[in-house]
Nanobody
Framework: QVQLVESGGGLVQAGGSLRLSCAAS????????MTWFRQAPGKERDFVAA????????YYADSVKGRFTISRDNAKNTVYLQMNSLKPEDTGVYYC?????????????????WGQGTQVTVSS
């Protein structure tokens, strides 16, 4: 059974940085797409960034391009989200999700596996 465990959230001032981690286990992830979503209070869960485990190609939401970087460490089975120049509108619960496919998807219902989420709060 695939398990995803996020860590690294916290409280940061606007303009600051955080790095989120997603430790994956229970599967062979070379054929997976790994994705970060976020959900602000009272809003829907939105796509942030995705990476194909095989090859490492990446895809970003327009709102985070140039500020966030998604990467993976094959040896540690871990996916990271480096977040720089954080803004108050980046506040929310960040979720790691996995999809057994080589096609990147941006809708939450297309992902079968989810972590428990980690809170990111950016103060102004």
């Amino acid at each position: 059974q695939v398990q995803l465990v996020e860590s690294g959230g916290g409280l940061v001032q606007a303009g600051g940085s955080l790095r989120l981690s997603c430790a994956a286990s229970g599967g062979t992830f070379s054929n997976y797409v790994m994705t970060w979503f976020r959900q602000a209070p009272g809003k829907e869960r939105d796509f942030v960034a995705a990476i194909r485990w095989r090859g490492g190609s990446t895809y970003y939401a327009d709102s985070v391009k140039g500020r966030f970087t998604i990467s993976r460490d094959n040896a540690k089975n871990t996916v990271y989200l480096q977040m720089n120049s954080l803004k108050p509108e980046d506040t929310g619960v960040y979720y790691c999700a996995a999809r057994l496919s080589l096609t990147i998807a941006t809708m939450p219902h297309e992902y079968a596996y989810w972590g428990q989420g980690t809170q990111v709060t950016v103060s102004s």
